[in-house]
C-alpha cells in the first residue's frame, strides 16, 4: 500500500510541483490550496505525512498545526512546513510537535527523499 502524503500550499504551480514529485516517487498524494481543505483532508484521509506551507490565504501553517495537533485522529502526522521564510519562522515552526521544516525553493532532487525521512 502507498504511503500517503498531504501537500497544503497556495501556489497553484508549487503545489503542483510537489504532487508531481512525489507522486513520481510512489507516494499517493492529496492536495489543498488553503488550510482548512488541509485540515479536512488530513482528517478524512490521515496521510503519513504533511507537507505544509507557513503562509496561506485563510491561516498561518502553524495555527493549522496546532488545530491538527489537537485531535485525536491527526495529532501523530508529522508535519514538514516548507517556507521561503525560514529564518524569521524558525521559532514559530520550532513550537509545532513532531515537525520540521524545508526551505524555499525546494531541491527538486531531494524532495521526495526529505519528506521520506519524516514518515515513521
Avoid: C, H, W
Avoid at 492529496?30 to 488530513?42: L, R
Avoid at 496546532?66 to 525560514?86: Q, S
Wanted: charged share 35%; no cysteine; glycine share 4%.
Amino acid at each position: 500500500m502507498k504511503q500517503k502524503v498531504l501537500v497544503v500550499e497556495d501556489n497553484y504551480n508549487n503545489l503542483l510541483l510537489e504532487i508531481d514529485i512525489l507522486e513520481v516517487a510512489g507516494f499517493e498524494v492529496f492536495g489543498a490550496e488553503d488550510a482548512a481543505t488541509g485540515i479536512a483532508i488530513a482528517k478524512k484521509e490521515k496521510p503519513d505525512v504533511i507537507v505544509m506551507d507557513v503562509r496561506l490565504p485563510d491561516m498561518r501553517g502553524t495555527e493549522a498545526a496546532r488545530i491538527l495537533r489537537k485531535d485525536k485522529k491527526t495529532r501523530d502526522i508529522p508535519i514538514v512546513f516548507v517556507t521561503a521564510f525560514l529564518a524569521e519562522n524558525k521559532k514559530e515552526l520550532e513550537d509545532i510537535s513532531n515537525s520540521g521544516f524545508l526551505g524555499k525553493p525546494i531541491n527538486t532532487r531531494t524532495f521526495a527523499k526529505k519528506i521520506s525521512e519524516f514518515i515513521k
